[in-house]
């Protein structure tokens, strides 16, 4: 076990980094900083220029693979690190220098268990990218399939297991020693997030698994397209996939020239988020110009699926209600999702929060169409969160940052195209196919139709219990349940009376 003198040898060493870009300012001048954090910051700027502005981005390009990951998803967290520093790390460029095609190579062999030639009969030594995780090169299969090969650098497993070490012991400290905000803004859960996540980007197989539930999940949508996995030779370290033959949609001059319909694209990939986030639960959660494709048919396609995020139906409903809300101006109905979520501490007033989302809403609402953004929006939520003591929830992150990414992608396709107006007749159906009174009664009679099943096992279960005068009590089909005894004609009495009702109630609304 890593000693607490190495943790703070290291955070040290990686807070000199960034000081020397200015990252620490807003650490050392934010009053809620705990003084044994400022005392640390002063140490690790200590004789250093500090820069008019800091670059996040660059200082943790400079720390290495796990601080690009770590910044990636702070970025999703601006009640956390400031909205400039949350704008300046969406720009973090997650790339660094490739391995050697040496040890790319032996890496694919151990990994898969056959000689190269055996498995491809060519493979680019030069990779087409190269990130913090992992680098891709073209191949041809010995069958004559032309695909990409993602080959987890060599190393890189321990790398982020040093660095996670760290950064768990400093959020555990923060979080003890830091007072309430550091507890609201719940940092060792931000930190054991980010270990599931980097976990999932290290795990290839996993990779190809979230591809093909995507890839299944997405048929009804069929602009949207995601590549085929080559299961036999892709493994825990090494991912084996189709290539795909397109355009980056961050060359709009080039798409234009190519005849693609720019605002058709951005069409296709609002739709395609919607449908994965608010109908399926199973988002790509990494959708910047660099994962997406224009295809010589007019489809979009998708790439890189390490990141993907995962909602229940619960919060999926909770998300669709609040977004229907905020588009159509019902504060009230979006203050009681919070507070029914529990997003919102019980000791708050309902009627406050209300306010406080109309004066995140009204001003977004009354722009034209063409300038309400939901990222403006996003910004307002966060900024009343430490008001009302809305604790962080860790499944909200990778949607927060995503929606935000994917807004920005498809308006730079289309300058003038809008979530709102794209997302509100989207989010209109699914609510009314979801909450309207057709689907009230479809989850009604399901849940009727259970009870009815479970009647003759709880008949015999009262003939146990509470046997006519006389006869012996039948076995029961299942195990036995310990009650406690009651007079039995009255309790008897009462349970058939409530099955009765029960099975009446049921098939009446069968027949309604």
């Known amino acids: 076990m890593t000693s607490s003198v190495t943790h703070v040898v290291r ?13 620490l300012q807003g650490i050392e001048r934010d009053p809620l900083t705990p003084p044994f954090a400022r005392r640390l910051v002063k140490l690790a700027r200590f004789g250093l220029r500090q820069p008019a502005e800091p670059d996040y981005a660059t200082a943790l390009q400079q720390l290495g693979p796990a601080a690009i990951k770590l910044g990636q998803a702070l970025a999703t967290r601006p009640d956390l690190v400031g909205e400039k520093a949350a704008h300046n790390l969406f720009a973090l460029q997650d790339s660094l220098p490739p391995a050697t095609f040496e040890k790319i190579r032996a890496s694919i062999e151990k990994a898969l268990e056959a000689p190269l030639e055996s498995l491809f009969s060519r493979i680019d030594p030069v990779p087409v990218g190269a990130a913090s995780i992992a680098q891709v090169h073209r191949a041809t299969t010995t069958d004559g ?6 080959v987890l650098r060599p190393g890189i497993e321990e790398t982020f297991a040093s660095a996670l070490e760290t950064y768990e012991w400093a959020a555990a400290h923060l979080e003890t020693y830091a007072g309430d905000e550091a507890r609201r803004l ?7 997030h980010f270990k599931q996540w980097t976990r999932r980007e290290l795990d290839l197989n996993r990779e190809a698994a979230s591809a093909s539930e995507l890839k299944d ?6 602009g949207f397209y995601v590549p ?12 084996t996939l189709e290539w795909l033959d397109g355009i980056k949609l961050s060359k709009r001059d080039q798409l234009i020239e190519s005849g693609h319909d720019v605002r058709a694209l951005a069409g296709i990939l609002v739709r395609a988020f919607l449908r994965q986030a608010v109908i399926d639960g199973f988002f790509h959660a990494d959708l ?4 997406l494709f224009a295809l010589p048919d007019g489809r979009l396609a998708a790439i890189d699926f390490g990141i993907m995020g995962r909602i229940d139906a619960q919060a999926r409903r909770w998300l669709a209600e609040i977004l229907y809300g905020l588009i159509t101006g019902n504060y009230g109905r979006v203050a009681e999702i919070h507070f029914e979520a529990q997003y919102v501490p019980r000791h708050h007033s309902m009627e406050e929060f209300t306010t406080a989302l109309r004066a995140v809403g009204e001003p977004i609402r009354g722009l034209p169409v063409k300038d309400i953004s939901v990222g403006r929006m996003l910004e307002g939520l966060f900024a009343i969160t430490r008001d009302f003591d809305m604790p962080t929830q860790p499944h909200l992150l990778l949607l927060q940052k995503t929606m935000v990414m994917e807004e920005g992608v498809a308006t730079f396709l289309d300058p003038d195209l809008n979530m709102w107006e794209q997302a509100e007749p989207f989010l209109r159906e699914w609510m009314r196919s979801e909450l309207g ?5 479809a989850d009604r009679l399901i849940a009727w139709t259970r009870a009815l099943r479970k009647l003759p096992e709880l008949v015999d279960r009262i003939d146990h219990y509470f046997p006519a005068p006389g006869g012996a009590p039948p076995d029961l089909p299942t195990a036995q349940v310990e009650v406690k005894e009651l007079p039995a004609p009255r309790w008897r009495d009462a349970i058939i009376a409530l099955v009765a009702a029960a099975a009446g109630a049921a098939v009446v609304l069968f027949l309604q």
Request: glycine content about 6%.
């Open 186 to 192: 719940r940092p060792k859960m931000v930190i054991a």
């Open 217 to 222: 999940n997405m048929v009804a949508e069929d």
């Open 437 to 441: 009174p057709e689907a009230y009664a």
């Open 11 to 23: 955070l040290l060493r990686w807070g000199r980094t960034l000081a020397r870009y200015g990252a």
């Open 228 to 239: 085929e996995i080559d299961w036999q030779r892709t493994s825990r370290r090494v991912l």
């Open 288 to 291: 910047h110009q660099g994962n």
């Open 145 to 150: 399939r032309e695909v990409a090969v993602k």
